[in-house]
Nanobody
Framework: QVQLVPSGGGLVQAGGSLRLSCAASGSIFSINTMGWYRQAPGKQRELVSTITNGGSTNVADSVKSRCTITRNNAKNTVYLQMNSLKPEDTAVYYC??????????????WGQGTQVTVSS
């Protein structure tokens, strides 16, 4: 059984910062790409940023200058540092990880969402 447990969401004023974390646990053999997605009310889920196990990153244009994704492979944890937050960043943020589990199965896993609310 694999779980992704996020933390770090909350309410922040525009211009503020938040750091999201997501820790993967369970019968994990290895983790490939980890990332963050978000879904605002009435909108589709969209990519925020991903990072490979080698450290290569992909960041959405909408957050490129304001967000940094990192990971700690020893802790199976991915982080998203968000600065200069805007009201339009308000959404439920979901972590995702591409995981090989013990026994050879391989698929993507989602964490439960964490709410980020940016007030103007």
């Amino acid at each position: 059984q694999v779980q992704l447990v996020p933390s770090g969401g909350g309410l922040v004023q525009a211009g503020g910062s938040l750091r999201l974390s997501c820790a993967a646990s369970g019968s994990i053999f290895s983790i490939n790409t980890m990332g963050w997605y978000r879904q605002a009310p009435g909108k589709q889920r969209e990519l925020v940023s991903t990072i490979t196990n080698g450290g290569s990153t992909n960041v959405a244009d909408s957050v490129k200058s304001r967000c940094t994704i990192t990971r700690n492979n020893a802790k199976n944890t991915v982080y998203l540092q968000m600065n200069s937050l805007k009201p339009e960043d308000t959404a439920v943020y979901y972590c995702n990880a591409d995981i090989w589990v013990a026994g050879g199965a391989h698929r993507g896993y989602w964490g439960q969402g964490t709410q980020v609310t940016v007030s103007s």
